[in-house]
């Protein structure tokens, strides 16, 4: 009796010890691959070969999971309209929760015979290292998508480097250059420089609204639109309303991301030209030892509204004088609740001759900065006529 | 902060009361569909500025956006009491003489009457 008694235990233990490996050795197989359709056909056929079920599947109103094969062996064929709350006889279920305790999905097998309570145990065993590896394998999908996205944002940021003047054309007399830098991987700013036939200098500075990957289209394209009409030889107020009317045609996306520019057409031999600015904050236009004049907006920017028109300033330039075409990002840029502003801007250019402006620009806008990141495009383009007898 | 957006109607008028920063993302999708809307009840918008401290470049496009879809449907999106940084950026823009702007509310509402000879500040 005693010994039949302890028999029956030993058995019982010998049992739920076979379970207990079963179930290691399940979480083993379904934790061996990162990748998700591995890990949902392995939990089925575990499932259903470790309780001897006719077939096993997955109920999820994920629809990552839903997508995927998510069936084994033999189910009735209504078995996609199985749910939790309708008790039929011939299914067990057990829920898969996920990291942040939400159900992810339900693990259900088919099986005539009820299961037995260690069977039971066994199934909800299951489904939860199940919900591990298949929250394992899907953030491990996400992190190739994102690996694939940042490849592209990555090329894309390459194409737009070598959209910017590859060489700036040496002027005599003058010194000019230009700086663009993205604060994401690619922006919305926009330099330009054209020599056209005769002689002149086609500039143009533009800033797209907004920022990142959105904006860059929109600068291609207005890009574009600009390189085809800027050798035609038109007036800029002219070439103004019709970069206005060409981004105010593609659409409403582009109308929200409207372009504000400074259009600028120099003469460097007889030392003056033409500008127009649409939009844009102002241009600094600093004489030796004279007040700096703005050269604010004449319209609106471009882009934003139809048929709008505007007006060409000219502009001449002495002996020792500096353009300064920069984008809002300059001088938006914060320390705390401080921006860098406008004044401290022209207070570089007042300060004493320097061959690297513009790099010495952007050392002081980081050191103002401190350890604030970066949080809009910053582009400028600087034009400096030499004094007599010195080096340009 | 963000942007919160509360209305009410003064006639046939509806205030859209801005406070925040109308910047990329949030306020200017927040903006957006606050307007769709009373657009779509066929009403006018006054929009008011006064609590609006930080405005970018794309908060300029949504309030222009407003404004094109109001003209488009033979309504109106004017603009109440902006502060120093969306009022620069409007002069900035050359925006300012687009928009009809009111420091006074009431002059504001009437306005938007056709007898009432309109108070453009």
């Not at chain 1, 998508?145 to 940021?157: G, H, I, N, S, Y």
């Amino acid at each position: 009796m005693l010994s039949a008694r302890y028999g029956d235990e030993t058995i019982d233990l010998q049992q739920k010890l076979a379970r207990v490996h079963s179930l290691l050795e399940a979480s083993r197989r379904v934790h061996a691959t990162i990748k998700l359709d591995d890990v949902l056909a392995g939990v089925l056929e575990i499932a259903a070969k470790e309780l001897e079920a006719e077939g096993a599947f997955l109920i999820s109103s994920d629809a990552q999971l839903e997508s995927r094969a998510r069936v084994f062996g033999d189910v009735p064929d209504d078995w996609t309209r199985w749910s939790e709350r309708t008790e039929i006889p011939g299914y067990a279920s057990a829920p898969m929760t996920g990291s942040r305790g939400e159900t992810i999905a339900h693990l259900v097998v088919y099986r005539p015979e009820p299961l037995t309570l260690e069977e039971a145990d066994f199934l909800e065993g299951l489904a939860l290292q199940s919900a591990l590896a298949v929250g394992n394998a899907q953030h491990h999908e996400k992190m190739i998508e994102w690996e694939r996205v940042q490849l592209d944002l990555d090329a894309a940021r390459a194409i737009q480097r070598s959209l910017l003047p590859q060489a700036v054309p040496r002027v005599e007399g003058y010194g000019l250059s230009y700086r663009s830098t993205t604060c994401y991987e690619v922006g919305g700013d926009y330099v330009d420089v054209m020599p056209l036939p005769d002689g002149r200098l086609m500039m143009v500075l533009a800033d797209v609204a907004g920022k990142g990957l959105a904006s860059a289209l929109i600068s291609v394209t207005f890009r574009s639109s600009f390189r085809a009409i800027a050798g035609a030889g038109l007036p800029l107020d002219e070439m103004a309303a019709r970069l206005n009317t060409l981004h105010w045609q593609e659409g409403l996306e582009a109308r929200r991301r409207y372009v504000t520019a400074i259009l600028v057409c120099y003469d460097p031999r007889t030392h003056c030209g033409k500008v127009v600015n649409a939009g844009h904050n102002p241009a600094f236009l600093v004489a030796a030892g004279k007040e700096p004049v703005r050269i604010g907006a004449s319209g609106p920017p471009l882009g934003m509204l139809p048929a709008r028109t505007y007006e060409v300033e000219d502009l001449a330039m002495e002996e020792g004088s500096q353009l300064l075409l920069y984008t809002d990002g300059l001088t938006e840029v914060f320390r705390g609740d401080e921006e860098f502003g406008e004044d401290r801007l022209l207070g570089l250019l007042g300060g004493p001759r320097r061959e690297d402006f513009l790099d010495h620009t952007w050392k002081t806008l980081a050191q103002f900065a401190g350890n604030s990141r970066q949080t809009d495009d910053m582009t400028a383009l600087y034009l400096r006529r030499a004094m007599k007898g010195e080096p340009a | 902060m963000s942007l919160t957006i509360t209305s009410r109607k003064s006639n046939d008028v509806e205030i859209l009361i801005l406070a925040g920063r109308l910047t990329l993302g949030d306020g200017t999708g927040a903006l957006r569909q606050a307007a769709r809307q009373i657009l779509d009840r066929n009403a006018d918008i006054l929009i008011d500025l006064s609590g609006v401290h930080y405005i970018d470049s794309a908060g300029l496009g949504e309030l222009v956006s407003a404004y094109a879809s109001a003209a488009s449907r033979g309504r109106h999106v004017k603009l109440l009491r902006p502060l120093k940084r969306v009022d620069s950026l409007l002069h900035i823009t050359k925006m300012y003489s687009t928009f009809e702007i009111f420091e006074d509310e009431a002059a504001a509402i009437a306005s938007f009457k056709p007898a009432v000879s309109e108070g453009n500040r």
